[in-house]
């Protein structure tokens, strides 16, 4: 069983950064496909950016240029920086672990765009 956890969210003024982090725990870390997604009010789950356990990267198109997925396998943990963050990007953030048909998800960390 793998648990994940995020942290590193919060509020933050439109033009601002957060760095997002999820520690894993349980399974072997470095063979995980993980992703980060996000659910804004109203809204349905949406990929945002994800990476492979060789460090192959992908980006939403609203990502793309202001955010950067990066995995520390020595650490179990992959990050999100942010940057030039907008109101729209409001949402709550999770984090999924995939290996296989499996699948596992975190608790999610809510990120406020506002000024």
């Known amino acids: 069983q793998v648990q994940l956890v995020e942290s590193g969210g919060g509020l933050v003024q439109p033009g601002g950064s957060l760095r997002l982090s999820c520690t894993a725990s349980?399974?072997?870390?470095?063979?995980?496909?993980m992703g980060w997604y996000r659910q804004g009010p109203g809204k349905q789950r949406e990929l945002v950016a994800s990476?492979?356990?060789?460090?192959?990267?992908n980006y939403a198109t609203s990502a793309k240029g202001r955010f950067t997925i990066s995995r520390d396998n020595a650490k179990n943990t992959v990050y999100l920086q942010m940057n030039s963050l907008k109101p729209e990007d409001t949402a709550v953030y999770y984090c999924?672990?995939?290996?296989?048909?499996?699948?596992?998800w975190g608790q999610g960390t809510q990120v406020t765009v506002s000024s």
């Open positions: 990476i492979t356990s060789n460090g192959f990267t």
């Open positions: 349980g399974g072997i870390f470095s063979e995980y496909f």
């Open positions: 999924k672990a995939n290996l296989r048909a499996y699948n596992y």
